[in-house]
């Protein structure tokens, strides 16, 4: 299995930016669907984005499309998430999880990963 380390997250004001990173203890990308949950108090987690060679697509939850991108880096073995124009509800603990070939048509929702990293707190409030 890989192991995901995320950081980059924090609070910001509204309109705000950040950028996640989920660092691989391996090469991921030519292997590894991807994908960036969220998952806020008392709500269950969901799925904000993917990223998969394999069918060489992404995917954005309705939620965060035109705001979010998703990005990978296969030198550095690091998926970013650049989140902008953040709103008060985009507040949660944002994890990334790894699941071994699979595409981002087949593996939509947490079960679908095996890997996963510990989350970074995100909080959007003014």
């Known amino acids: 299995q890989v192991q995901l380390v995320e950081s980059g997250g924090g609070l910001v004001q509204p309109g705000g930016s950040l950028r996640l990173s989920c660092a691989a203890s391996k090469r991921t990308l030519d292997y590894y669907t991807i994908g960036w949950f969220r998952q806020a108090p008392g709500k269950e987690r969901e799925r904000v984005s993917c990223?998969?060679?394999?069918?060489?697509?992404?995917y954005y939850a309705d939620s965060v499309r035109g705001r979010f991108a998703i990005t990978g880096d296969n030198y550095k073995n690091t998926v970013y998430l650049q989140m902008n124009s953040l709103k008060p509800e985009d507040t949660a603990v944002y994890y990334c999880a790894a699941r071994s070939l699979g595409s981002c048509t087949t593996a939509t929702t947490p079960d679908d990963f095996g890997s996963w990293g510990q989350g970074t707190q995100v909080t959007v409030s003014s």
């Open positions: 990223i998969s060679r394999r069918d060489s697509r992404t």
